[in-house]
């Protein structure tokens, strides 16, 4: 990196501005647009944005210096373990986190001849890819659990709907179908398996 390198008439230093500024709009819209919008957790968002911007920084300097890129990835991938391993992740939230990773070292590099089009082209799939996911998969996955319900008379097969709706206040969960597994009579108390939206 030469002393001119922040010139601002220094050809990298102008490529890897015009770079920030479609990563950070890629960020916007994979992060508050797509993420924010399926899963509402506030808390992650500053997160997202200054790793894929460090990472970004990190990457592009990288490429720009007398060093080898494996070593570069390596301390973004350090960087991410130790960010993970401080808090219970769930998968999901992980999946985001190599996301914006991986955007953000996509677009520290030129890519092909035209290089801002090649970031627009793989930031655009990269983002549709995600917001596919969670539309078509994600948003109609389900689980099922076990709970042990204590109103008998709502087992009856005419109190269905009531049934839903009760369980549905006690869980919390919009629960879509209920399984009777097992009732004891003694105890006066039902052992049900509920099938609710993730």
């Given at each position: 990196?030469?002393?001119?390198?922040?010139?601002?008439?220094?050809?990298?230093?102008?490529?890897?501005?015009?770079?920030?500024?479609?990563?950070?709009?890629?960020?916007?819209?994979?992060?508050?647009?797509?993420?924010?919008?399926?899963?509402?957790?506030?808390?992650?968002?500053?997160?997202?944005?200054?790793?894929?911007?460090?990472?970004?920084?990190?990457?592009?300097?990288?490429?720009?210096?007398?060093?080898?890129?494996?070593?570069?990835?390596?301390?973004?991938?350090?960087?991410?373990?130790?960010?993970?391993?401080?808090?219970?992740?769930?998968?999901?939230?992980?999946?985001?986190?190599?996301?914006v990773?991986?955007?953000?070292?996509?677009?520290?590099?030129?890519?092909?001849h035209?290089?801002?089009?090649?970031?627009?082209?793989?930031?655009?799939?990269?983002?549709?890819?995600?917001?596919?996911?969670e539309?078509f998969?994600?948003?109609?996955?389900?689980?099922?659990?076990?709970?042990?319900y204590?109103?008998?008379?709502?087992?009856r097969?005419?109190?269905?709907?009531?049934?839903?709706?009760?369980?549905?206040?006690?869980?919390?969960?919009e629960?879509?179908?209920?399984?009777?597994?097992?009732i004891?009579?003694k105890?006066?108390?039902?052992?049900?398996?509920?099938?609710?939206?993730?």
């Amino acid at each position: 990196m030469t002393n001119s390198f922040f010139d601002l008439t220094n050809p990298n230093f102008v490529s890897i501005i015009w770079h920030l500024i479609l990563h950070i709009i890629a960020l916007l819209i994979l992060i508050r647009v797509v993420y924010y919008n399926y899963n509402k957790k506030e808390k992650y968002l500053f997160s997202f944005f200054l790793m894929g911007i460090l990472a970004f920084f990190i990457t592009s300097m990288l490429l720009r210096v007398t060093i080898e890129m494996g070593m570069g990835l390596g301390l973004v991938a350090v960087l991410a373990i130790l960010r993970l391993r401080s808090r219970n992740y769930s998968v999901k939230d992980m999946s985001y986190t190599f996301a914006v990773f991986g955007i953000s070292v996509l677009n520290a590099l030129e890519i092909l001849h035209f290089p801002y089009l090649g970031v627009l082209i793989i930031n655009g799939l990269i983002i549709l890819s995600a917001w596919l996911l969670e539309e078509f998969i994600v948003k109609h996955s389900s689980e099922t659990i076990s709970i042990t319900y204590e109103n008998l008379d709502l087992l009856r097969p005419e109190k269905k709907q009531k049934l839903l709706r009760d369980v549905s206040e006690i869980t919390g969960k919009e629960v879509l179908k209920v399984k009777i597994r097992r009732i004891n009579y003694k105890r006066k108390v039902a052992i049900l398996d509920i099938t609710c939206k993730d």
